[in-house]
């Protein structure tokens, strides 16, 4: 059974940073491309950057430059470090494959910023 597992979102001023983690089970994490996602109210979910097994990147225009991603194969988890962050970041994020396969979603972990 495939868990993903989001924590590290929270209330922060504008300009502070926030490190979200997604800790992963039931799949072979290390050959996996992830993601993230974020989904704010009254919006679809997008993509914010993804990670490819290989070690590519790939960012939204919106956070390039201010959010960084990276993986520990060893724990099967991924980061986002979320830096001088704006109140249009505000969200729930989300971590899933890439492209994303629906039945992973997870609960996701809210960000809120404030200004």
């Known amino acids: 059974q495939v868990q993903l597992v989001e924590s590290g979102g929270g209330l922060v001023q504008a300009g502070e940073s926030l490190r979200l983690s997604c800790a992963a089970s039931g799949i072979i994490f290390r050959f996996s491309t992830m993601g993230w996602y974020r989904q704010a109210p009254g919006m679809k979910r997008e993509l914010v950057a993804s990670f490819t097994s290989g070690g590519s990147t790939n960012y939204a225009d919106s956070v390039k430059g201010r959010f960084t991603v990276s993986r520990d194969n060893a724990k099967n988890t991924v980061y986002l470090q979320m830096n001088s962050l704006k109140p249009e970041d505000t969200a729930v994020y989300y971590c899933?494959?890439?492209?994303?396969?629906?039945?992973?979603w997870g609960q996701g972990t809210q960000v809120t910023v404030s200004s």
């Open positions: 899933n494959l890439f492209p994303p396969i629906t039945p992973y």
